[in-house]
């Protein structure tokens, strides 16, 4: 854990980057054979949990690259695997890929050898999540909100305010909340403190929950306090959370589109919503190892990944958008309506996640870096 402190120190304290970085792909040669891929979990799917969500094996076939996944569930955990080395890409979040960038561990990529590339959403080609002085770090992949995720049975009407999870309070069904609530394992999560106080405690006068000055800070550790009596668990493992609401009687959290669909399609008592203080959540980019061991089959999977049905498919499946507007059209398993219903017009409504650094914008280069972050929420779920 102090190397990995000292690693964000490191990455975060200035996130300063020098001269104009060139990609190092000039052309596309022959499939290497393999390509490692670490991902969220449902990301990269073959049909062994249901049949008609495979957009590896078609890949395989055409490419002649053996595609192996490593999942990671939270951004810490993708920036460890990728400082360890070994891995041609990563679906990389907004909290992670700056620091991808900055400790370079990343490569620029050739958009002109990405020729879908010009189909990508104009809300996302030049993301500053992955664009640093005007040079593309990656290809964005799919986008969502991390809503608040609620038990049908207890909340006859979807919850109003994520209060349910950050205050102790009797739930419509008479019993206490405390301990029937979850909160995101992962320091980023201080941001959804941040921006349930933005709403709630305008006098704060936060302008970016991920953009704290030292008594804003304070004041979302504080609330993150005051919860850590009230979680049952901190979940980061999607399956597991899944299995708690089913099982352990957690009835509301913070979660992802891919936890609420899984216990839908289980027939479970389970919905989400997006409450008045709005959400933050997640853009996703496609990053390539600094010495990707199989640049070809990287390059091969960026162009396989932007395809409307590879798209489509993997909205359908994790709950989320897709980075391709063609995709929210004609694809069997999304439907016409399933960009709608994820929310595709809510983009602007959602804080995407990204790495706080002290030089920030809205509080005159006077905010808490993400080593900050990291240690001080380790200490809140520690109880401190």
């Known amino acids: 854990m102090n190397a990995f402190l000292k690693s964000c120190t490191a990455l975060t304290v200035a996130l300063t980057f020098s001269g104009q970085a060139i990609a190092q792909v000039k052309e596309l040669g022959k499939g290497e054979g393999e390509l490692n891929i670490v991902a969220w979990p449902g990301y990269i799917e073959r049909g062994e949990t249901d049949k008609n969500y495979d957009w590896v094996t078609a890949f395989e076939k055409e490419s002649g690259c053996k595609v192996n996944v490593k999942t990671a569930n939270t951004s810490d955990e993708m920036v460890s695997l990728m400082n360890e080395g070994g891995f041609d890409l990563v679906t990389a979040s907004g909290d992670a890929s700056l620091r991808?960038?900055?400790?370079?561990?990343?490569?620029?990529?050739?958009?002109?050898?990405?020729?879908?590339?010009?189909?990508?959403?104009?809300?996302?080609?030049?993301?500053?999540?992955?664009?640093?002085?005007?040079?593309?770090?990656?290809?964005?992949?799919?986008?969502?909100?991390?809503?608040?995720?609620?038990?049908?049975?207890?909340?006859?009407?979807?919850?109003?305010?994520?209060?349910?999870?950050?205050?102790?309070?009797?739930?419509?069904?008479?019993?206490?909340?405390?301990?029937?609530?979850?909160?995101?394992?992962?320091?980023?999560?201080?941001?959804?403190?941040?921006?349930?106080?933005?709403?709630?405690?305008?006098?704060?006068?936060?302008?970016?929950?991920?953009?704290?000055?030292?008594?804003?800070?304070?004041?979302?550790?504080?609330?993150?306090?005051?919860?850590?009596?009230?979680?049952?668990?901190?979940?980061?493992?999607?399956?597991?959370?899944?299995?708690?609401?089913?099982?352990?009687?957690?009835?509301?959290?913070?979660?992802?589109?891919?936890?609420?669909?899984?216990?839908?399609?289980?027939?479970?008592?389970?919905?989400?919503?997006?409450?008045?203080?709005?959400?933050?959540?997640?853009?996703?980019?496609?990053?390539?190892?600094a010495d990707a061991a199989h640049p070809n089959c990287a390059y091969m999977w960026l162009e396989h990944s932007l395809s409307p049905k590879v798209q489509g498919d993997v909205s359908s499946w994790f709950g989320s958008l897709p980075v391709v507007p063609a995709a929210c059209k004609g694809n069997e398993l999304l439907g016409d309506e399933g960009c709608k219903t994820n929310g595709y017009d809510n983009f602007d409504k959602i804080k995407f996640w990204k790495t706080p650094v002290s030089k920030c914008a809205t509080e005159n280069d006077q905010c808490v870096p993400y080593y900050r972050w990291v240690s001080d929420y380790i200490g809140v779920i520690g109880g401190r």
């Open 100 to 289: 991808l960038v900055a400790g370079k561990r990343v490569q620029p990529i050739n958009t002109d050898l990405i020729k879908s590339w010009k189909t990508v959403d104009d809300r996302l080609k030049d993301a500053p999540w992955f664009t640093v002085d005007k040079v593309h770090y990656g290809v964005p992949y799919q986008w969502g909100p991390n809503v608040l995720m609620y038990n049908t049975d207890v909340f006859k009407e979807a919850p109003k305010s994520w209060n349910v999870v950050f205050e102790e309070m009797k739930l419509p069904d008479g019993k206490s909340n405390k301990g029937r609530v979850q909160a995101y394992d992962g320091p980023i999560h201080i941001a959804d403190a941040a921006n349930y106080l933005m709403f709630h405690k305008p006098e704060l006068g936060i302008k970016d929950p991920y953009e704290l000055t030292e008594d804003q800070y304070k004041a979302a550790l504080d609330l993150l306090r005051t919860q850590r009596t009230l979680v049952g668990r901190y979940w980061h493992d999607a399956a597991i959370q899944v299995d708690d609401f089913q099982n352990e009687g957690v009835v509301a959290s913070g979660s992802w589109p891919y936890q609420v669909n899984t216990l839908v399609a289980a027939k479970k008592p389970v919905a989400s919503t997006v409450p008045e203080e709005g959400v933050t959540g997640w853009a996703d980019t496609t990053m390539m190892e």
